[in-house]
């Protein structure tokens, strides 16, 4: 259950297990089966991953699965539509994460992960007045209660990405 987080995905595992005894791999499966998810789990795994540049696609596509499962858990859930949101930018789906990053950002009110990677999501679209309006309003909420880990290093991944796709916008670090 600590690897794989969704008791489903514990079943499944379990059924296809050679080595357990027909009663011992039914008994597992229904006690994993009967298992409650934590969507606080399910949200730190995604985050992890989501929060971090230059993984593997398979990777982020996983975060997506276990942060829309945190979601279902708790559909108004700030934190989990911004981890969700991570997720489906990294994995891509661009689109997708605007749509729910702007779900977070009317619940969080403007924190500065959620900003970041509105920012990022506008500019690989190549929205630059977007992207533009969602920095100003990152570098206006990055206080000194939001420097240091997550927040800063994404707003400064959102700043370089910005600076990359036009230089004309002037890069500034957070």
């Known amino acids: 259950l600590e690897e794989l987080v969704i008791p489903e995905d514990v079943a499944a595992r379990i059924e296809s297990d050679p080595t357990l005894s027909p009663e ?28 971090i540049p230059g993984r593997a696609q398979a ?10 499962a945190a979601c279902a858990l708790s559909a108004d859930n ?17 689109e997708a994460a605007l749509v729910t990053l702007a779900r977070a950002d009317r619940i969080n009110g403007g924190i500065p992960p959620d900003l970041a990677f509105i920012v990022l999501a506008n500019a690989r ?24 880990g997550s927040p800063e290093v994404l707003a400064i991944e959102a700043e370089r990405f910005v600076a990359a796709r036009w230089p004309e916008a002037g890069a500034r670090q957070p």
């Open 78 to 94: 700030g934190w989990y539509l911004n981890t969700l949101g991570a997720a489906e930018y990294r994995s891509g789906e661009d």
């Open 24 to 51: 011992l791999k039914s008994s597992a499966v229904r006690l994993a089966r009967e298992r409650r998810v934590d969507p606080v789990l399910l949200n730190e795994k995604a985050w992890n991953v989501a929060a």
């Open 59 to 68: 990777e982020y596509q996983e975060a997506v699965r276990l942060a829309r």
């Open 125 to 148: 679209l190549g929205r630059k007045d977007l992207a533009l309006a969602a920095l100003a309003r990152l570098r206006a909420r990055l206080t000194p209660d939001w420097r240091g």
